[in-house]
């Protein structure tokens, strides 16, 4: 990649595929000349013997394609190219072809406004200063008369030149047999807008959605216009006759949506049905309403675990939203009135759901367009929208997670037009969360259709998920609530009370202040100044010196200084704040040391140890007899020699250890101990009922399968852990995080002492009433974890004084080398002399990698956490790691911590 395809790469953020096909053009126009009379078939040659796939350029002028998966970007990579030829190649005219109105206001948007969150050209010093004069379909005759005095504006700098046209309307002037208006001579120019552009000397044509430009009539005008260079830009490279899809002979780079999908660019599509459904027992009428239930459910799943996953991540708010595909326009009415009816969901969707097709008019549709573009506005209610083939290229929405298609369909051109509309991603890139990165495409009666189509070696997808609805979780419309620490809900409970009470504004302005504002600015303090070990510390002369200077300085910048009649006020109301923070961390908070624990790139790999199972260890001889066939004769294959020959069988387990160590991840210095373990335990179930002849066969003539066989046993016991982890240590600690969660709407706030059944529910049950808790509210994810709460509030005698549900970010603790991933522990417990970091966990699971690695991440923090505590009179910390089913109600909290205590 030469330097000016590196800067742009870098200044554009560009992605591997986008930053690939750069570096393609950058080397396709090495040492080729273009010119406005090309030898095209030299430059052919040229082109096909860097890339082969290039066989035509099927214009009459060179023109190359890029082929892109819908999602990865290639209005940005447009900007790239526009960037490149203009910076490299001193191009300043360009021609880009939209191939409808939508991505024409697109293209007009991210290419012209630099307010624009997608404007191409962010970075690019070069258009800081002189930006692109973009010239249009619609302003064409002003802006081009008054180019000269444009250039003048910028004392004689070069200007790059953007014309946008809509294809489609150019088009839909030429079927009457007529000429396109922008043939027709124009009065401002003296020529036509086409004349224009055909006498530009660097013109280079680039066409978004480029198959929509292959029609002989569109051909012919771009083949007029003798551009240098076309530039092709689509997700498919291809054209469609009947049946038949005919390739394009001009790609020089395809990037197909399935290694996007492998490459985490874009959604996961998982397509959705019902176990054993069977679609022939139902009316079609029947079919949509299940459809829709079934695609409903799964969006009311989805919409409160993407809201909370933007919360807890400090993202902004990301809103879901459902797309039916109807058959046509009166299927779409339809589907409209039975969405809007009262037992539909409770009638919840009938002002959130909107219809689009070709039939509306007028301010309709015109409404519906605008509710459209705007859907994931997080204040636009709808929630629903029904489409009849209405929505192609450039809607490109992020926020589509669930698909109802309900119309007749070939299943190749469902994976393209209608699943392509949901796959981009809402912050560009997987979040590695399942509600964030998956689409969810409900398929009950072409379900099977779908996969085969996905399955084909050529497909668009390759790969597909399959989700059963017996897998989901759905219990009807969810809503999301936040519990935060006792002291922010007192704060903004406080702050409501003030506001309904019957007192001036002013009067309610300075309440606020002294016993809301003030109290927040305080713990602020508390949780990020590093001169603060503890609660205690607020205590300090020097401490509430220092709030009182912060808080006077922000007051001036704020002309709050009015509230308060003297200095000496403000003094006194701050340390009433101070003492009402350090009552509350004292008694309602858990001092948590802020420690950053990651694991250090130095690893070990290997093997646990663990007994083979030789139950379907079957394995028979291999017949060693030599047969012979006389080729002159016609008698048949006859035996030679019976079989049996001399071999060396001082130790079996040798042969089958040497096969072993042929696996990569197999050392045999680090195992040999497990190996020979193994080994034996293999021979002695191939000795059982066997002579020495026979077993000396089945060595000899089965170790690779023995091999095998072991090794396959071997794979779940591979390990890869940190040797050790790497610790960053504030001398702060951190504030309790509010918890965000989901709630069934219809469901009540359960008691935690409360039983619920099946025990299955309480996954989806919220739960207060405690007395001990960092947190009002709280859910947890099984029984085991309930029980646990109600040990920790209930418990006659207990030493707990206060316990913490831990909100996601809470520990900043890392586990795992190749794929980093954050802990987040279950419990913490503070009793009188020790804080305990806690995890319930299923016996089965203890002595799995997964939950070893967690536990020695969290033993090292509890080891910092105890080091730093000691240094300020604080309690030591300690990792507990229970198994689920050793908690029951009766049991004592010290009798568990002794029990399952994993030492430092």
């Given at each position: 990649?030469n330097?000016t395809?590196q800067?742009i790469?870098q200044r554009l953020?560009?992605r591997?595929?986008?930053?690939?096909?750069?570096?393609?053009?950058a080397?396709?126009?090495?040492e080729?000349?273009?010119?406005?009379?090309p030898?095209?078939?030299?430059?052919l040659e040229h082109?096909?013997?860097?890339f082969?796939?290039?066989?035509?350029?099927?214009?009459?002028?060179?023109?190359?394609?890029f082929?892109?998966?819908?999602g990865?970007?290639k209005?940005?990579l447009m900007g790239?190219?526009?960037s490149?030829?203009a910076?490299?190649s001193g191009?300043?005219n360009?021609f880009?072809l939209?191939p409808?109105l939508?991505?024409?206001n697109k293209l007009?948007?991210d290419?012209s406004n630099p307010?624009?969150?997608?404007?191409v050209?962010k970075?690019i010093?070069?258009?800081?200063?002189?930006?692109?004069?973009?010239?249009?379909?619609d302003?064409?005759n002003t802006?081009?008369?008054d180019?000269?005095?444009?250039a003048?504006e910028?004392?004689?700098?070069?200007?790059?030149n953007?014309?946008?046209f809509?294809i489609s309307?150019?088009?839909?002037?030429?079927r009457?047999?007529?000429?396109p208006k922008?043939?027709?001579?124009?009065e401002y120019?003296?020529?036509?807008?086409?004349?224009?552009?055909m006498g530009?000397?660097?013109?280079v044509?680039i066409m978004?959605e480029?198959?929509?430009y292959?029609?002989d009539r569109?051909?012919a005008v771009l083949?007029?216009?003798?551009?240098?260079?076309?530039?092709?830009l689509t997700a498919?490279p291809?054209?469609?006759?009947?049946s038949n899809a005919?390739?394009?002979k001009n790609?020089?780079f395809?990037y197909?949506l399935?290694?996007?999908m492998?490459?985490?660019?874009?959604?996961?599509?998982?397509?959705?049905?019902?176990?054993?459904f069977d679609?022939?027992?139902?009316?079609?009428?029947e079919?949509?309403?299940?459809?829709?239930?079934?695609?409903i459910r799964?969006?009311?799943?989805?919409?409160?675990?993407?809201?909370?996953y933007c919360?807890n991540?400090n993202?902004p708010?990301?809103?879901p939203?459902?797309l039916?595909?109807?058959?046509?326009?009166?299927?779409?009415g339809?589907?409209?009135?039975?969405i809007?009816?009262?037992?539909?969901?409770?009638?919840?969707?009938?002002?959130?759901?909107?219809e689009i097709?070709s039939?509306?008019r007028g301010s309709e549709?015109?409404?519906n367009?605008?509710?459209?573009?705007?859907?994931e506005?997080?204040?636009?209610?709808?929630?629903?929208?029904i489409?009849?083939n209405?929505l192609?290229e450039?809607w490109?929405?992020?926020?589509l997670y669930?698909?109802?298609?309900l119309r007749t369909?070939a299943?190749?051109?469902?994976?393209?037009?209608?699943?392509?509309?949901g796959?981009?991603?809402?912050?560009?890139?997987?979040?590695?969360d399942d509600?964030m990165?998956?689409?969810?495409?409900?398929?009950h009666?072409k379900?099977q259709?779908?996969i085969?189509?996905?399955?084909?070696?050529d497909?668009l997808?390759?790969?597909?998920?399959?989700?059963?609805?017996g897998d989901?979780e759905?219990?009807g419309?969810q809503?999301?609530?936040?519990a935060?620490n006792?002291?922010?809900?007192?704060?903004d409970?406080?702050?409501?009370?003030i506001?309904?009470a019957?007192?001036?504004?002013?009067?309610?302005?300075?309440r606020?202040?002294?016993?809301v504002?003030l109290v927040?600015?305080?713990?602020?303090?508390l949780?990020t100044?590093?001169t603060?070990h503890k609660?205690e510390?607020l205590k300090?002369?020097?401490?509430?010196?220092?709030i009182v200077e912060r808080?006077?300085?922000?007051?001036?910048s704020?002309?709050?200084?009015?509230l308060?009649d003297?200095r000496e006020?403000i003094?006194?109301?701050?340390?009433?704040a101070?003492?009402?923070v350090y009552?509350?961390?004292?008694?309602?908070?858990?001092?948590i040391?802020r420690?950053?624990i990651?694991p250090?790139?130095?690893f070990?790999?290997?093997f646990r140890d663990?007994?083979?199972?030789?139950?379907?260890?079957?394995l028979?001889?291999?017949?060693?007899?030599l047969?012979?066939?006389v080729l002159?004769r016609?008698?048949g294959i006859k035996?030679?020699l019976?079989?049996?020959r001399?071999?060396d069988?001082s130790d079996h387990?040798?042969i089958?250890?040497n096969?072993l160590?042929?696996?990569?991840?197999v050392?045999y210095d680090?195992h040999?101990?497990l190996?020979?373990?193994?080994?034996?335990?293999a021979l002695?179930s191939i000795k059982e009922?066997?002579d020495q002849?026979?077993v000396?066969?089945?060595?000899w003539?089965r170790?690779?399968?023995?091999a095998?066989?072991?090794y396959?046993q071997?794979?779940?016991?591979?390990?890869?852990t940190?040797k050790g982890f790497?610790?960053?240590?504030?001398?702060?600690f951190?504030?309790?995080r509010p918890?965000?969660?989901s709630?069934?709407?219809?469901?009540k706030v359960h008691?935690y002492?409360e039983t619920?059944?099946?025990?299955?529910?309480?996954?989806s049950c919220v739960f207060?009433g405690?007395k001990k808790?960092?947190h009002s509210?709280l859910k947890?994810d099984?029984?085991?974890e309930?029980?646990f709460?109600?040990?920790?509030e209930e418990?006659?005698g207990s030493?707990?004084?206060?316990w913490l549900?831990?909100a996601p970010?809470?520990f900043?603790?890392?586990w795992?080398v190749?794929?980093?991933?954050?802990?987040?522990?279950?419990f913490?417990v503070?009793t009188?002399?020790?804080?305990?970091?806690?995890e319930?966990?299923?016996?089965?699971d203890?002595q799995?990698?997964?939950?070893?690695d967690?536990a020695k991440a969290?033993?090292?923090?509890?080891k910092?956490a105890?080091?730093y505590n000691?240094e300020?009179?604080?309690?030591?910390?300690k990792?507990?790691?229970?198994?689920?089913d050793?908690?029951t109600?009766q049991m004592?909290?010290m009798t568990l911590?002794?029990q399952?205590e994993?030492g430092?």
């Amino acid at each position: 990649m030469n330097k000016t395809a590196q800067m742009i790469t870098q200044r554009l953020s560009l992605r591997t595929p986008q930053a690939k096909s750069l570096e393609i053009l950058a080397n396709i126009l090495d040492e080729m000349e273009l010119s406005k009379s090309p030898d095209l078939n030299a430059l052919l040659e040229h082109v096909h013997d860097k890339f082969g796939t290039c066989t035509n350029f099927e214009r009459d002028f060179p023109s190359i394609c890029f082929a892109l998966a819908t999602g990865v970007g290639k209005t940005r990579l447009m900007g790239a190219f526009i960037s490149y030829l203009a910076i490299e190649s001193g191009i300043s005219n360009f021609f880009v072809l939209a191939p409808n109105l939508t991505v024409y206001n697109k293209l007009i948007e991210d290419l012209s406004n630099p307010a624009c969150e997608k404007y191409v050209f962010k970075g690019i010093a070069d258009f800081a200063q002189n930006p692109p004069r973009i010239i249009t379909g619609d302003n064409y005759n002003t802006k081009i008369v008054d180019q000269t005095r444009y250039a003048q504006e910028f004392e004689g700098m070069e200007t790059i030149n953007i014309n946008i046209f809509n294809i489609s309307k150019l088009n839909a002037e030429t079927r009457s047999g007529k000429e396109p208006k922008m043939k027709r001579l124009s009065e401002y120019l003296g020529e036509s807008y086409f004349q224009y552009l055909m006498g530009l000397k660097d013109l280079v044509l680039i066409m978004d959605e480029s198959h929509h430009y292959r029609a002989d009539r569109g051909m012919a005008v771009l083949n007029e216009l003798n551009p240098i260079l076309g530039l092709e830009l689509t997700a498919t490279p291809q054209t469609q006759q009947g049946s038949n899809a005919i390739k394009f002979k001009n790609v020089v780079f395809d990037y197909p949506l399935g290694r996007a999908m492998k490459d985490g660019y874009v959604k996961e599509p998982a397509v959705v049905t019902r176990k054993d459904f069977d679609p022939s027992q139902h009316t079609p009428e029947e079919l949509d309403r299940i459809k829709l239930e079934d695609g409903i459910r799964i969006h009311e799943n989805v919409k409160p675990e993407i809201d909370i996953y933007c919360r807890n991540n400090n993202l902004p708010r990301v809103k879901p939203f459902v797309l039916v595909v109807a058959k046509d326009t009166t299927h779409a009415g339809q589907l409209m009135d039975l969405i809007k009816q009262q037992n539909f969901f409770d009638g919840y969707y009938a002002d959130k759901v909107m219809e689009i097709h070709s039939n509306q008019r007028g301010s309709e549709k015109d409404e519906n367009i605008q509710q459209l573009l705007n859907v994931e506005d997080p204040d636009n209610s709808i929630e629903i929208v029904i489409h009849v083939n209405m929505l192609k290229e450039g809607w490109d929405v992020t926020n589509l997670y669930t698909i109802i298609p309900l119309r007749t369909s070939a299943s190749a051109t469902l994976t393209e037009q209608t699943i392509g509309r949901g796959l981009r991603l809402p912050f560009g890139k997987r979040m590695n969360d399942d509600a964030m990165d998956k689409l969810y495409i409900v398929s009950h009666d072409k379900f099977q259709a779908i996969i085969e189509e996905a399955n084909k070696p050529d497909s668009l997808i390759n790969t597909t998920q399959i989700v059963d609805m017996g897998d989901l979780e759905l219990e009807g419309h969810q809503e999301v609530i936040t519990a935060g620490n006792s002291l922010n809900e007192e704060l903004d409970e406080t702050a409501k009370a003030i506001e309904e009470a019957d007192i001036s504004q002013e009067e309610k302005r300075k309440r606020v202040f002294v016993e809301v504002d003030l109290v927040r600015k305080v713990s602020t303090y508390l949780h990020t100044q590093n001169t603060i070990h503890k609660a205690e510390d607020l205590k300090k002369e020097q401490v509430t010196q220092a709030i009182v200077e912060r808080v006077l300085r922000e007051m001036d910048s704020r002309d709050q200084k009015e509230l308060f009649d003297n200095r000496e006020e403000i003094v006194e109301q701050v340390k009433v704040a101070i003492q009402r923070v350090y009552e509350h961390e004292i008694t309602s908070s858990i001092k948590i040391p802020r420690i950053s624990i990651v694991p250090e790139e130095d690893f070990e790999v290997g093997f646990r140890d663990f007994d083979l199972d030789t139950q379907n260890l079957r394995l028979s001889e291999i017949s060693e007899d030599l047969q012979e066939k006389v080729l002159t004769r016609k008698e048949g294959i006859k035996l030679l020699l019976k079989g049996g020959r001399h071999r060396d069988v001082s130790d079996h387990r040798d042969i089958i250890v040497n096969e072993l160590i042929n696996y990569n991840e197999v050392d045999y210095d680090e195992h040999a101990d497990l190996l020979y373990k193994l080994s034996g335990q293999a021979l002695d179930s191939i000795k059982e009922g066997r002579d020495q002849e026979a077993v000396d066969n089945i060595i000899w003539n089965r170790k690779k399968n023995i091999a095998e066989f072991i090794y396959t046993q071997m794979k779940p016991h591979f390990f890869l852990t940190a040797k050790g982890f790497r610790t960053e240590i504030s001398t702060s600690f951190s504030e309790i995080r509010p918890h965000n969660m989901s709630k069934i709407a219809a469901d009540k706030v359960h008691l935690y002492s409360e039983t619920i059944e099946p025990a299955s529910r309480i996954k989806s049950c919220v739960f207060n009433g405690f007395k001990k808790s960092c947190h009002s509210l709280l859910k947890f994810d099984s029984k085991s974890e309930k029980d646990f709460a109600f040990i920790l509030e209930e418990e006659a005698g207990s030493p707990v004084l206060k316990w913490l549900r831990p909100a996601p970010h809470q520990f900043n603790i890392t586990w795992g080398v190749l794929n980093p991933k954050q802990y987040e522990p279950d419990f913490v417990v503070e009793t009188g002399d020790c804080i305990y970091l806690i995890e319930v966990k299923a016996e089965k699971d203890i002595q799995t990698a997964d939950v070893q690695d967690k536990a020695k991440a969290a033993i090292q923090y509890c080891k910092h956490a105890t080091e730093y505590n000691a240094e300020h009179g604080e309690k030591p910390w300690k990792y507990i790691l229970i198994p689920h089913d050793k908690i029951t109600m009766q049991m004592g909290f010290m009798t568990l911590a002794e029990q399952y205590e994993v030492g430092l």
